[in-house]
């Protein structure tokens, strides 16, 4: 039997990675978090856990509008509205930020380490992915 590979099948191989990241995503700020109230400062942690919420939220958010902005069938003004909601996001953002930072409420090296908890699943759901390319010999 032979598998049909074609966009479709990318599309749902693509989204079973994005899933798959999102999911690793909390797991890494559930570890990161926890791991952080143990063996480190309240505020440390509390700047993890805030610091990961906001990016794991925000790349839901961006996940979304991205989705919205890109639909073929909506047509008109959705870059403008996407690129205005983007602005907002990012303003808000910043300004959860530095309220958290200002009033002291958080670390700055915790709350930087929460931030890139994005990247740092990219990175390591990446490298997993590279590992079994290079075990089934495709690599």
Known sequence: MRVISGPVTML?????????????????????ASGSFVFFSRKFALGVL????????????????LRRALDPERQGKTRFLYLLKYGLRFAALGLIIALLLIKGWVSP????????IIVLGIALVGVVEARKLFFKGVV
């Open 12 to 32: 749902i191989k693509d989204e079973a990675l994005l899933n798959r990241l999102e999911q690793f995503n909390w797991v890494l700020l559930a570890l990161l």
């Open 50 to 65: 805030a610091g990961g919420i906001l990016a794991v939220a925000n790349y839901y958010l961006v996940k979304r509008s």
């Open 109 to 116: 090296l915790g709350m930087l380490l929460g931030l890139s």
